[in-house]
């Protein structure tokens, strides 16, 4: 079986760093928010170009804290895409905030910007688009449309690390940019973690009294918060892969090159002129996906559906149960996801593009 991902192979090559990483911290004494994590918070807003960066205990609390310290909560609706991974909608949700979500283009299955305004009332506060797959959306559609009706922005970036738009890496064009470090994601540590980026030094602030309940100077605290933090252990961890991040995209952005040239028979998301994608995911479509799926794994290719079905279908998203939105329908009974890691050997990929174009005959 060719497996999706291959986390035993990506720590092997890693592991002599690891050992340091750990060794360091367990001698060190100090376990939760400490000087690996301060240092990790430095070195990851440097590699985005962005004046702060706050480390969190995951991806959906990045959105959430995000939310908060830009007082949005109880009351307040925040618009994102129908199609996503759920925990966006969770960071949103946890943060007192309605979701109201919007159809995607057909094209990317990114959020369709256009569709934003019509959703928009008294209540909207934000929109969070998500940099879906590691492609960027159109961050000019949408920060046009935030700026017209006072809205802030928070980007998803979890699955995008990496990934820019135009000159800027995803996650430094709206008000934050939030991140996950789960092990899948492209630049992943060995347990939860994520991270807030953003240029606003108020933002700033409340962030780093947000995720640790609110607390201001040692034992006051001026209002609520929760506790988010990120450990010494997961940010050495950190710290000890993002050189190598640049190159691990790189890596997905060949074997991505190689399925678009060699498979047969399926579409390809299109690739956007105004950004550079970090294939978190690589998506091929088809009419005849639940087949293509079977027929992958009998013939031992991992592949999965991300997602395979919109938001408004789900049964813990208890609104817009009655709209239609005709592309992520579509879409997400089309999609399937190809295994790309950069440990995916040639010999691996040339099977999988095989198997996949012989199933055309
Ligand atoms: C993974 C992911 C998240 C959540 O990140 P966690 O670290 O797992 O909490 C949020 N949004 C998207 C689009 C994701 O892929």
């Known amino acids: 079986m060719i497996p999706f991902n ?25 376990y ?22 706050v480390g969190v205990a995951s991806g959906t609390e990045a959105i959430t804290l995000a939310l908060m310290a830009n007082n949005i909560g109880e009351g307040d609706e925040v618009i994102t895409t129908n199609v996503t991974a759920f925990p966006t909608i969770t960071g949103i949700v946890q943060a007192g905030a309605k979701p109201v979500v919007v159809d995607v283009f057909k094209e990317s299955g990114l959020i369709d910007f256009t569709k934003i305004v019509s959703k928009i009332n008294k209540k909207t506060k934000g929109i969070v688009p ?8 159109d961050m000019a559609g949408i920060m046009e449309v935030a700026k017209q009706h006072n809205l802030c922005v928070i980007e998803d970036c979890a699955q995008a ?4 738009y135009k000159n800027k890496k995803c996650g430094t064009i709206g008000n934050c940019g939030a991140f996950s470090f789960y092990p899948t994601k492209n630049l992943g540590a060995y347990g939860d973690a994520g991270a807030v980026a953003t240029n606003d030094e108020a933002t700033y602030n409340k962030l780093l009294s947000l995720r640790n309940y609110g607390q201001t100077e040692r034992y006051y605290h001026d209002f609520n918060g929760i506790n988010s933090r990120l450990d010494e252990l997961q940010a050495a961890i950190l710290r000890e892969k993002l050189p190598f991040l640049e190159h691990w995209n790189k890596k997905r952005g060949q074997i991505a090159s190689h399925y678009k040239e060699q498979l047969k028979g399926v579409t390809f998301l299109k690739e956007n002129e105004y950004g550079q994608s970090v294939y978190h995911l690589f998506i091929i479509k088809t009419t005849d996906r639940d087949h293509l799926l079977k027929y992958l794994k009998a013939n031992g290719v991992a592949a999965l559906i991300h997602y395979p079905v919109p938001i408004h279908k789900q049964k813990a998203f208890l609104y817009q149960k009655d709209e239609i939105f005709t592309e992520s329908e579509i879409f997400t009974s089309n999609i399937l996801s190809l295994p790309i890691y950069p440990e995916l050997s040639e010999k ?3 099977k999988i593009v095989t198997i996949i174009n012989e199933y055309e005959l």
């Open 6 to 30: 291959n986390f035993k192979l990506h720590y092997q090559d890693l592991k002599p760093g690891m050992d340091k990483a750990f060794t360091r911290v367990m001698d060190s004494g100090w």
């Open 32 to 53: 939760v928010l400490g000087k690996e994590v301060e240092a990790f918070e430095n070195e990851f807003a440097r590699y985005l170009n962005v004046k702060y960066c």
């Open 130 to 137: 998500v940099h879906l797959y590691g492609q960027s959306c």
């Open 161 to 164: 690390t990496g990934a820019t």
């Open 348 to 350: 691996d990929l040339q």
